[in-house]
């Protein structure tokens, strides 16, 4: 069975930050691209950053960048997403997303495998 499990959400203060990961199972890790996508209330989903799937690339949505880092783990099936500098625009629903392609795409519909997400709120 297939399983994507995030964690590290919670709430935080405007310029803080927050480590989210993704803990994979039933799949070969190390042969998916993986992405972070987001939901924010009442919006639509919006892709915020990937990894290729030997981790040597890294891509960011212009919103996160110099921000936000992903990063990935091959020996533990584990992706992470390490947010710094939080701003209440970035309070969302933040789903991990495996493709099996070298590289990851900014195209939802591509992705085979979610998770459930963790909720990343910003607030004063």
């Known amino acids: 069975e297939v399983q994507l499990v995030e964690s590290g959400g919670g709430l935080v203060h405007p310029g803080g930050s927050l480590r989210l990961s993704c803990v994979t199972s039933?799949?070969?890790?190390?042969?998916?691209?993986m992405s972070w996508v987001r939901q924010a209330p009442g919006k639509g989903f919006e892709w915020v950053s990937g990894i290729n799937l030997e981790g040597g690339s890294t891509f960011y949505a212009d919103s996160v960048k110099g921000r936000f880092t992903i990063s990935r783990d091959n020996a533990k099936n584990t992706l992470y997403l390490q947010l710094n500098n939080l701003k209440t625009e970035d309070t969302a629903m933040y789903y991990c997303?495996?493709?099996?392609?070298?590289?990851?795409?900014?195209?939802?519909?591509?992705?085979?495998?979610w998770g459930q997400g963790t909720q990343v709120t910003v607030s004063s």
């Open positions: 997303a495996a493709v099996r392609r070298r590289w990851c795409s900014r195209s939802l519909d591509t992705y085979e495998y």
């Open positions: 039933g799949f070969r890790f190390d042969m998916f691209s």
